[in-house]
C-alpha cells in the first residue's frame, strides 16, 4: 500500500508523482535533478466528485489508485496518466472533465495537464497490474518476516528506474536526487543482480562510459551532464576560509567523484551472473580509475591517498570535514586495497596474473597499519593532522581481509564496544562522541551502506558471528522502522531528522542482506534478533 506522502504514486520510467496534500486533495509533479518538487508542479487540487460529493481514495497500489465509487487512476505511459469510470468528474486548480470511461489527466509529451477522453480504461488498468506483477515475481526470494518491508524495497527500486540521457538509470529518489550518483549505483547493483543482471551492468557503463581520459569516474551523471568537478564547499570550511583570507575566499575547481568501489560492484554482478566478456570490457577503465587516486588524489605522495572533497568522501556532512575540506579517514585506503584484490579477481577470471594485483593490496594494507594504526585505532587525518572524532570510518580497513589477526580482533572489540553497538548499531559518529547527533546526516545516524560494508569486513577478517549478528540487527531496524530511509535514528530506528524516502541503496541494500539470511544455514531467528 502507499500512503502518498512518503510513497509516491508513480511509475517505473516515469517522472511524475501523485501526492496527497494536506487539504485532502492530490497534486502532480516532475522529478528533475536537483529541483524541488514544488517547483516541478504539474496539476494541484486534484479531487474526484459524484456530483457535489467528494470520492475519498480508498486504497493506493503500485498499478492504480482506486477511488470510492469505482474510479481508478492508472499510468498509462512514463507521461500519461488516467483516470478510468463511469459518472464522476474530476476537478483540479484551473480546470475540470467528465469521467465517462477513460480521461487523460496528464499527457504527453511532458506529463502536462489533460482534460480529454482517451481510449480504453480496462485495458489501461490491466496492462498496469501485468507490468507490476511481472516486476514482483522477479523479486529476490527473503525469509517471510521480511517480506512485507522486501516488497516495499523492490517496488522503490522499480520507481526509481527512469531515462537518463536515453539509457535505464537507477536513481537514489524522486524525492531530491534525480541522477545515477557514484557509489549509489554501485549498491543498486547489488540487488539488481539478482533479477536483472543486464540492468546491474548498465548501471557501472553508464558511469565507465563518462569516465575522464584521466581516469576519474564523475560524481553523478544526470540530465543536463555530469557532475566531475565543482567549486562547493561545506558552510563550515567557506567561513574558515573567509575569515582565514579576510574576505569571500576564492574557490578552487576540485574534481569530484565518490569512494571507489567499482571494481567491487563488478564483481558482485559476476559471482551471480559471470560475464567474462563484461569483465574484458570495463578492466581498463577499472585500472585507470584505480590509478586515478594514487595519481591525482595523493597530494602527499606519502602512497595513502586522500579525499580532496567532501563530495567525493559521499560522507559530505560528516563531522570529519569540519576540520577542513581535505581529509584522509581509514575507509578510503581500504576500498583501494579491496579493489586490488579485486582487479586481481578479474584478471583471474580473465586468464592473467593476478599476484601484481595482490600484492599491491597487501602493501597498501602494511602501509596503513605502518603510518595509521595508532596501537587502539586507525587515525583518521585531515589536512595532515590526525583528528579525535571517532566515526566507523576506522573500522572500514576490516574490509581489506588483510589486517593482522590481533588488529583485526581489536577493531572488532571496538564495533562491539558502547561506543558504537547498540540495539541499532552502527551509528555514524560513535555514541560516546560529543559531536554525536542522532538525526543528522552523517553525524550519527544509521546508513545501511557503512553496515553492508561493515558486515562484508567482518566475514573478510574472519569474524562471521559478528558479521551475521549486525546484519540480522540491521534487518530488523528496517523491518520494525517504517520505511526505507536515506538514514535511520539510531536512538529510536525510526526515520532521522531530514533523510528521504523512498531511498534506493537503502532498498537495494536491505534485500541483499534479506536475501543472504535466507540462504545463510546458520542464522538465526530475524525476529529475535534486535532482542
Not at 392 to 420: K, N
Not at 478 to 492: A, F, I, K, M
Request: hydrophobic letters at 40%.
Amino acid at each position: 500500500m502507499l500512503e502518498l506522502r512518503e510513497r509516491p504514486f508513480t511509475d517505473r520510467g516515469s517522472r511524475l508523482l501523485v501526492m496527497a496534500a494536506d487539504d485532502g486533495s492530490l497534486w502532480i509533479a516532475r522529478a528533475l535533478y536537483e529541483t524541488r518538487l514544488s517547483d516541478t508542479t504539474v496539476l494541484t487540487g486534484l479531487r474526484v466528485l459524484a456530483g457535489d460529493r467528494q470520492l475519498p481514495v480508498r486504497q493506493a497500489l503500485p498499478d492504480r489508485i482506486d477511488f470510492a465509487g469505482g474510479v481508478a487512476m492508472a499510468f498509462a505511459g512514463p507521461d500519461t496518466i488516467v483516470l478510468t469510470g463511469r459518472d464522476a468528474r474530476a476537478v483540479w486548480d484551473g480546470g475540470e472533465a467528465d469521467i465517462d470511461g477513460c480521461l487523460t489527466l496528464v499527457g504527453p509529451p511532458t506529463g502536462s495537464p489533460g482534460g480529454s477522453p482517451t481510449g480504453d480504461g480496462p485495458g489501461v488498468l490491466a496492462a498496469a497490474a501485468a507490468r507490476w506483477r511481472d516486476w514482483f515475481a522477479a523479486m529476490p526470494s527473503v525469509p517471510q518476516a521480511l517480506r512485507e518491508r522486501a516488497e516495499q524495497a523492490w517496488w522503490t527500486l522499480g520507481v526509481n528506474l527512469v531515462p537518463i540521457r536515453g539509457r535505464q538509470s537507477l536513481i537514489p529518489s524522486k524525492y531530491g536526487y534525480v541522477g545515477l550518483w557514484n557509489w549509489d549505483s554501485y549498491f543498486h547493483a547489488i540487488a539488481l543482480r539478482h533479477a536483472d543482471p543486464a540492468l546491474a551492468r548498465e548501471q557501472i557503463r553508464i558511469l565507465l562510459d563518462n569516465q575522464r581520459p584521466d581516469g576519474l569516474i564523475p560524481d553523478v551523471v544526470h540530465d543536463h551532464g555530469v557532475l566531475s568537478e565543482t567549486t562547493d564547499l561545506p558552510r563550515s570550511d567557506l567561513a574558515r576560509l573567509a575569515q582565514h583570507v579576510g574576505g569571500e575566499p576564492v574557490r578552487e575547481v576540485v574534481p569530484v567523484t565518490k569512494p571507489p568501489l567499482t571494481a567491487w560492484a563488478v564483481w558482485k554482478i559476476h559471482e551471480v551472473d559471470p560475464d567474462p566478456d563484461f569483465l574484458a570490457e570495463v578492466f581498463e577503465p577499472l585500472v585507470r580509475s584505480q590509478e586515478w587516486w594514487f595519481t591525482h588524489s595523493d597530494p602527499d605522495g606519502d602512497g595513502l591517498a586522500e579525499y580532496l572533497h567532501p563530495y567525493s568522501s559521499g560522507l559530505d556532512d560528516s563531522p570529519v570535514w569540519d576540520h577542513g575540506p581535505r581529509a584522509e579517514p581509514p575507509d578510503l585506503n581500504s576500498y583501494l586495497a579491496l579493489q586490488y584484490d579485486r582487479l586481481g579477481d578479474i584478471a583471474a577470471a580473465l586468464g592473467r596474473d593476478p599476484s601484481p594485483w595482490r600484492a599491491r593490496a597487501q602493501e597498501l594494507v602494511d602501509r596503513m597499519v605502518a603510518r595509521r594504526w595508532t596501537g587502539t585505532r586507525f587515525a583518521t587525518r585531515v589536512g595532515g593532522q590526525e583528528v579525535a572524532v571517532r566515526t566507523p570510518l576506522e573500522l572500514m580497513p576490516l574490509l581489506t581481509g588483510r589486517l593482522p589477526a590481533d588488529i583485526a580482533a581489536r577493531l572488532v572489540a571496538d564495533l562491539r564496544s558502547p561506543s558504537f553497538w547498540g540495539e541499532r548499531p552502527v551509528p555514524t559518529v560513535a555514541f560516546d562522541d560529543p559531536r554525536f547527533d542522532p538525526d543528522a546526516m552523517w553525524r550519527g545516524p544509521v546508513w545501511l551502506n557503512i553496515n553492508y560494508l561493515l558486515i562484508e569486513g567482518l566475514r573478510r577478517s574472519g569474524h562471521p558471528g559478528t558479521a551475521r549478528e549486525l546484519r540480522q540487527r540491521t534487518l530488523a531496524m528496517v523491518r520494525d522502522g517504517g520505511g526505507l530511509y536515506e538514514y535511520w535514528n539510531p536512538l529510536t530506528g525510526r526515520r532521522a531528522g531530514r533523510a528521504t524516502s523512498g531511498f534506493g541503496w537503502s532498498a537495494a541494500l536491505f534485500l541483499d542482506l534479506a536475501h543472504e539470511d535466507l540462504l545463510d544455514p546458520a542464522r538465526e531467528e530475524t525476529a529475535g534478533a534486535a532482542q
